[in-house]
């Protein structure tokens, strides 16, 4: 498949996306970074979660706002991972607290986040679809789409 880069992606709506997308990566990565560094011990699993969100967060942001061939795919899997993270760790976060004794940022499905990190993917992967490869832009009558048709 010849994917095109989407310019409609990283502008309007996806501009905002993408900055949401940044903070969280930002605030995800702080948190992992200090709760590894100053108490990795009481919790190591809940901690090495939150870097692998921090991570996710991170290749979402790059991915979203790259309009290189592959970007596209490579955001779908990236907020795919983070909407099955989301997921699991919000089911077992609340079937067994025990498990994830401290929280995440996807502990009881992003609870500490205002349910943000359970809304973003789905917007993501709305916004991606919406702006997949291939589709033409027709947001406007007599607009030419990305075939020049």
């Known amino acids: 498949m010849n994917e095109r880069p989407s310019v409609a992606k990283a502008s309007g709506p996806g501009r905002l996306i993408i900055a949401v997308y940044a903070i969280f990566a930002l605030a995800a990565s702080a948190r992992a970074a200090f709760q590894i560094a100053t108490k990795f011990a009481d919790a190591p699993l809940a901690y090495l979660l939150s870097a692998f ?17 592959g970007s596209w795919t490579a955001a779908v899997v990236a907020v795919g991972i983070e909407l099955a993270g989301v997921i699991v760790v919000g089911l077992l ?55 020049g048709v």
């Open 53 to 69: 969100a921090a991570v996710v967060y991170l290749v979402a942001t790059v991915c979203l706002a790259s309009r290189r061939p």
């Open 93 to 147: 976060s609340v079937l067994d607290p025990t498990t994830l004794p401290h929280d995440t940022v996807w502990s009881v499905f992003g609870r500490g986040y205002g349910f943000v990190p359970l809304v973003l993917p789905i917007v993501g992967l709305w916004w991606l679809y919406r702006n997949r490869p291939g589709r033409g832009v027709r947001s406007r009558p007599g607009r030419r789409d990305d075939a």
